[in-house]
């Protein structure tokens, strides 16, 4: 459910004595020596139980179905990403990255889009046409006055794992505060000229929607990787997936820059977003090769499978604003 310090919390599948639903466990070293990482939402086995205590080690990981990677977590079965229609104002290229990233676990994505309460209703619409140009369905909801609460209850209590993220300050945490009251989760008010968020969620953590339904709330960022593989690009936007569909390009190794004998066209909506992508994808692929044929070439492979340093460091996200290479380009 949640990685606190040392200790994971982990959620029973079956209530223990005097109902007791959780455990706080300790990893046992085997599992750190195999290389395996629990993330939240993993599935783990569970042993040497102090019920009176409720203590317990973690001594096994099971293999999971998906895994969204940043933020980290295993086996969502539904990725929800939000972003405000104002403070912080909708920036089409960070949305772009979001879904890219939500689009790479294989699950399904849907689109939430909040504060509809700081827009007149005729431009929040506006808004929804267009995004479902890109192939979403976007849910215009508002948790300061209670719009689309329910719709988006209906749409998360299904069994299994839904994720919510996007950048900060976009009342992710006022969401789920809508949804379970109870909770009452630290929130807090966007500053500065750009109306940033001020990365008040640090940590991913699952909490119980509705039965066999759990939502995570996570910390927000601002700028989410891209693959690594400027190929993979195209099959995660759905309007190049729609357009391949029906019909294939002539290389079979195209990038879908307009050249003769591709399939995809122009014309479409995210068309200079999917070119800012690539462009990006294709230096940073560029850097890697270089990197790789100064040192050995043996790791290419490997650094093209490691997650980045940067990604490592993502339990802090305050780090994240430090460095030139976040500062977001506008669209
Ligand atoms: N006007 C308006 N403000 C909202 C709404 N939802 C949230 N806010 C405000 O937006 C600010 C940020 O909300 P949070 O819930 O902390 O945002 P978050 O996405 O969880 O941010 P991080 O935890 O930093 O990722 C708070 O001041 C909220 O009160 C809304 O529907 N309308
Ligand atoms: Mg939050
Ligand atoms: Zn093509």
Redesign the pocket.
């Known amino acids: 459910m949640a990685l606190e310090a040392n200790y994971c919390r982990v959620w029973l599948d079956q209530p223990g004595p005097n109902g007791l639903e959780q455990l706080l466990c300790v990893r046992r070293t085997r599992l750190g020596k195999t290389g395996q990482q629990i993330c939240v939402g993993d599935r783990v086995q569970v042993d040497g139980i102090d019920w009176p205590q409720g203590r317990g080690a973690i001594a096994a990981l099971e293999p999971r179905h998906s895994l969204l990677e940043r933020p980290a977590v295993a086996n969502c079965t539904r990725v929800v990403v939000?972003v405000?229609l104002d403070?912080p104002q909708l920036d089409p290229l960070q949305l772009t990255r979001f879904l890219l990233t939500a689009e790479r676990t294989g699950v399904a994505v849907e689109l939430v889009l909040?504060?509809?309460?700081?827009l007149p209703a005729a431009a929040a619409q506006a808004w929804c046409e267009r995004l479902q140009g890109w192939g979403y369905g976007p849910l215009l909801?508002?948790?300061?006055?209670g719009?689309g609460i329910d719709a988006l209850r209906q749409r998360l209590s299904q069994p299994g794992i839904a994720v919510l993220c996007?950048?900060?300050?976009?009342?992710?945490?006022?969401?789920?505060?809508?949804l379970l009251p109870q909770l009452s989760?630290?929130?807090?008010?966007?500053s500065g000229r750009l109306q940033r968020?001020?990365?008040?969620?640090?940590h991913v953590e699952l909490y119980p929607l509705a039965e066999r339904a759990l939502l995570a709330?996570?910390?927000?960022?601002n700028r989410p990787d891209l693959p690594v593989d400027p190929g993979a690009l195209g099959p995660l936007f759905p309007e190049i997936r729609q357009r391949l569909a029906h019909q294939s390009c002539r290389f079979s190794n195209c990038l879908h820059r307009g050249d003769p004998g591709c399939a995809v066209g122009s014309g479409w909506d995210r068309q200079g977003l999917y070119r800012i992508c690539l462009d990006d994808a294709l230096a940073q692929a560029e850097r890697v090769s270089q990197r790789g044929r100064r040192d050995d070439p043996q790791l290419l492979d490997q650094r093209l499978r490691q997650p980045s340093r940067r990604r490592r460091r993502q339990d802090d996200?305050a780090a994240e604003d430090s460095g030139p290479i976040n500062q977001g380009r506008a669209d």
Do not use: E, Y
Not at 114 to 118: E, H, P, R, V
Not at 166 to 178: E, F, M, R, T, W
Not at 185 to 190: D, E, N
Not at 217 to 221: S, V
């Open positions: 939000a405000a403070q909040t504060k509809a309460d700081l909801v508002s948790a300061q006055q719009t996007g950048p900060s300050g976009v009342g992710k945490s006022s969401l789920i505060n809508a989760l630290r929130v807090s008010a966007v968020g001020r990365h008040t969620t640090r709330d996570t910390p927000g960022f996200p």
